[in-house]
């Protein structure tokens, strides 16, 4: 495509947007713990909710770059000097990837900042879509939103300064509900995908799950830290082994629509990891997390936890019974409450019109 990215932009401002996730089974995406535990085949599994985040690339001042974020402070810098330290650094960075110039992006977000919902990961895919499409028209098959998700995840890893996984990236390319097969081998690295249910089954799906935001911003980068610590000086492996163990129990049993037995393998992978970081949960996540288990159904902290959201899963009789009580802790803490969602079916979609609508530009490339 002829002209600047920002006489292209100037002409039609391009917008995408991708779902957040709730998930199972993470860290196991890090190659610090799937290639030594690579005899298990180490997975993960997670939901892509349509809490998404929506990306608009506008014109700026030539040889300007600035992003503007709820819950960040708005950032302007030169094209060729801006800093990847900064808190919305990862955006600066993907931005460089594509030498972009003389843009401006919006990110709007539907999940609370910092809710351990794999937010920033989302918006990362998104802008790295937004650009692909801008500069290239590049379709957003689900070969390209797996592409999209891989580049998204190297940009990121290469700018953390900590390892990173790749499960949140997937998630926000592909949506749906996913179980993901970490294969590492000596002639190079495996990816497997398992879809869990067909799209029509969402709707059913829905009714097993509640989600709460419990009011405290989340620091991943910690806990994740700590248990990569962990790992590699040779502590809690057993925890590990079990905890892949756990993870595809839960992918079974959800498989076969057994929600007794994945609360039950859910519970037990919590505990686990409570067993290694027990700050993972503060006082409002372990009572929430008390409540799931009387309630008969499972729970687990998003993400690696230290504050933001917690899930449930459960049979829908005991989902409806659990709401309330969690409403009531809920409601002691002014910022925390229940999430409304529903599971995403698109993944990365890009977006006409106004950006807030999230109406998309393609038709779903997976009916089923």
């Known amino acids: 495509m002829k002209g600047s990215l920002r006489e292209i932009l100037t002409a039609e401002p391009v917008a995408t947007s991708a779902p957040c996730r709730i998930d199972m089974g993470g860290t196991l995406d890090l190659a610090v713990f799937y290639n030594p535990l690579r005899h298990l085949v180490p997975c993960t599994f997670n939901l892509a909710i349509d809490l998404r985040t929506t990306v608009q690339l506008l014109p700026h001042r030539p040889g300007r770059v600035k992003i503007s974020s709820r819950g960040f402070q708005s950032a302007d810098f030169p094209s060729d000097a801006a800093p990847f330290d900064h808190p919305l650094g990862l955006m600066f960075a993907t931005a460089a990837f594509f030498k972009a110039d003389g843009v401006q992006v ?13 937010g920033s990961s989302a918006a990362a895919v998104a802008l790295a879509g937004a650009f692909l499409i801008a500069m290239d028209r590049v ?8 592409r999209i ?17 790749r499960q949140d990236q997937l998630a926000a390319a592909m ?17 497997e995908r398992k879809p869990l249910f067909k799209k029509a089954y969402y709707p059913v799906l829905n009714r097993h799950l509640l989600l709460a935001y419990c009011g405290v911003p989340h620091e991943s980068s ?22 892949v163990q756990l993870t595809k129990q839960i992918i079974d049993a959800l498989t076969g629509c057994n929600y007794i037995e994945a609360a039950e393998a859910m519970n037990r992978e919590t505990a686990l990891r409570l067993e290694m970081t027990p700050d993972v949960l503060d006082d409002m996540g372990t009572r929430l997390a008390a409540a799931a288990v009387r309630c008969g159904c499972g729970a687990r902290f998003t993400g690696a936890g230290g504050g933001g959201c917690l899930w449930a899963l459960g049979r829908a009789e005991d989902i409806r019974r659990l709401g309330p009580v969690w409403q009531e802790v809920l409601s002691e ?10 599971i995403d079916r698109q993944g990365l979609a890009a977006v006409i019109g106004d950006p807030g609508t999230a109406r998309r530009r393609a038709q779903d490339p997976d009916p089923d």
Request: aromatic letters at 12%.
């Open 175 to 191: 949506g749906g509900a996913n179980a993901w097969f970490w294969r590492p081998g000596w002639r190079g690295f495996e990816l």
């Open 139 to 146: 379709a957003l098959t689900p070969a390209n939103r797996r």
């Open 333 to 342: 803490r002014p910022e925390a409450r229940l999430l409304p969602f529903g």
């Open 149 to 165: 998700a891989l580049l998204a995840h190297r940009i990121e890893e290469s700018v953390a300064g900590v390892p990173c996984g």
């Open 222 to 243: 910690d806990v994740n830290g700590r248990w990569v610590r962990q790992f590699l000086s040779g502590g809690y492996r057993r925890h590990w082994s079990d905890i």
């Open 106 to 118: 919006l990110i709007e977000s539907s999940s609370p900042p910092r809710s351990a919902l794999g």
